[in-house]
């Protein structure tokens, strides 16, 4: 019997590289060895794959945030995250954010998903919310976190367009020096 979680990182591969609805069962099942009936043992229908995406995506962000919590203070937090992005750039450059990739693609087809899919981008903001807040910025706290939020989209975007690891790393150096400047 293949681990349920084999499973799901297959279709976290799938849907972040071919979209959620180019995947299929049999491309999952191929990437993790096994075979359809595997999958469908342990998942009714792929809604089923992609709640269990989203939830597994879910759950590694708030352990991210748990273990870059344990930096000193709230500019460190949010350059530590960044720095993590910086780190990634070439997988986000090429392939872009799995989280916001499969909010976009869900929000626009799958309504019984989307508001499920909106906790991938709305963990995330609530994070950053809450660093701006323990930064004394409690009355622009959520105003922040949209603009840092929204800028890191666009630049992510920006740098796919262009093919262009170093500039997203360039923004994001950037957005480290406004951070520290609050």
């Known amino acids: 019997m293949t681990d349920k979680q084999d499973i799901i990182q ?18 999952i099942a ?9 999958i ?3 998942f009714a229908e792929k809604n089923d794959l992609c709640r269990a995406v989203i939830a597994d995506y879910i759950k590694e962000m708030k352990s991210n945030f748990r273990e870059i ?4 203070n709230a500019r460190q937090r949010l350059s530590a995250y960044l720095d993590q992005l910086a780190e990634q750039a070439d997988d986000l450059v090429k392939w872009g954010c799995p989280l916001t990739g499969l909010y976009v693609e869900l929000s626009k087809c799958y309504d019984n998903l989307s508001d499920e899919a909106a906790e ?14 323990f930064m004394s910025k409690v009355d622009l706290a959520d105003d ?6 929204g800028a890191l989209h666009g630049v992510i975007l920006i740098a796919q367009a262009n093919k262009d690891p170093q500039v997203l790393k360039n923004q994001l150096t950037q957005l480290k020096l406004w951070i ?3």
């Open 30 to 38: 191929a990437d993790c060895g096994v075979e359809v009936v595997d």
């Open 69 to 72: 919590n344990e930096f000193g």
């Open 144 to 149: 922040l976190a949209h603009r840092l939020t």
């Open 40 to 42: 469908q043992a342990q």
């Open 180 to 182: 520290r400047s609050m």
């Open 120 to 133: 991938l981008v709305n963990v995330r903001l609530e994070w950053i919310t809450e660093q701006f807040v």
């Open 10 to 27: 297959a279709a976290k591969t799938q849907f972040h590289h071919r979209g959620y609805q180019q995947s299929e069962l049999d491309d």
